[in-house]
T-cell receptor, first 113, second 118 residues
Framework: DQQVKQNSPSLSVQEGRISILNCDYT??????FLWYKKYPAEGPTFLIS?????DKNEDGRFTVFLNKSAKHLSLHIVPSQPGDSAVYFCAASVANTGNQFYFGTGTSLTVIP | GAVVSQHPSWVICKSGTSVKIECRSLDFQATTMFWYRQFPKQSLMLMAT?????????EQGVEKDKFLINHASLTLSTLTVTSAHPEDSSFYIC??????????????FGEGSRLTVL
């Protein structure tokens, strides 16, 4: 059962525009969320995180928004750059269960120069 | 910054043999490490949580006797795929977090190990 879902397998955006990647989850106990970026044949690299006590976290060009009532989070990248082209995974963690993270299926972002 | 190293990055083996993959935290101690498997065009699936000095915790559906995990030190966890078969061919990735950082610390990933079983 996929508890974290990314319903858009791919997204294409023009350079300089905003990229919005979406993630939905089903487990209301999730209280910590992360976004990771992955290039082919490499391990994921951490991008940005947010805890459930916040609804927004910003780091440079990257902003993550959390809507707890809708069980939805999104990653905004603005302005998008060609180097942002990669697969983006969202991940979620449940309180008091240690360090287990559950990953979405990923969204492949292509930024067109 | 903190680095997690995996070895080997690519291994090809014959069906029926066993393969060991190492995951090392290079500049921090990790009491817990995680092993994931990624199928083509699919998500990272958590296989098991590796606990230093104790037994690993496996996710539902993951065969404990098939995927042996050993976390003998605070900087090393190993995943051994026993009696590998072609269906075990996949991309295996480990991750670790600095024990001092706690649950909300950044999770660092290894480079991944691509296993091909002939």
């Amino acid at each position: 059962d996929q508890q974290v879902k990314q319903n858009s397998p791919s997204l294409s955006v023009q350079e300089g525009r905003i990229s919005i990647l979406n993630c939905d989850y089903t487990n209301s106990m999730f209280d910590y969320f992360l976004w990771y970026k992955k290039y082919p044949a490499e391990g994921p690299t951490f991008l940005i995180s947010i805890s459930s006590i916040k609804d927004k976290n910003e780091d440079g060009r990257f902003t993550v928004f959390l809507n707890k009532s809708a069980k939805h989070l999104s990653l905004h990248i603005v302005p998008s750059q060609p180097g942002d082209s990669a697969v983006y995974f969202c991940a979620a963690s449940v309180a008091n269960t240690g360090n287990q993270f559950y990953f979405g299926t990923g969204t492949s972002l292509t930024v067109i120069p | 910054g903190a680095v997690v190293s995996q070895h080997p990055s690519w291994v090809i083996c014959k069906s029926g043999t066993s393969v060991k993959i190492e995951c090392r935290s290079l500049d921090f101690q990790a009491t817990t490490m995680f092993w994931y498997r990624q199928f083509p065009k699919q998500s990272l699936m958590l296989m098991a949580t590796s606990n230093e000095g104790s037994k690993a915790t496996y996710e539902q559906g993951v065969e404990k006797d098939k995927f042996l995990i050993n976390h003998a030190s605070l900087t090393l966890s190993t995943l051994t795929v026993t009696s590998a078969h072609p269906e075990d061919s996949s991309f295996y990735i480990c991750s670790a977090r600095d024990s001092i950082a706690g649950r909300t610390g950044e999770l660092f990933f290894g480079e991944g190990s691509r296993l091909t079983v002939l």
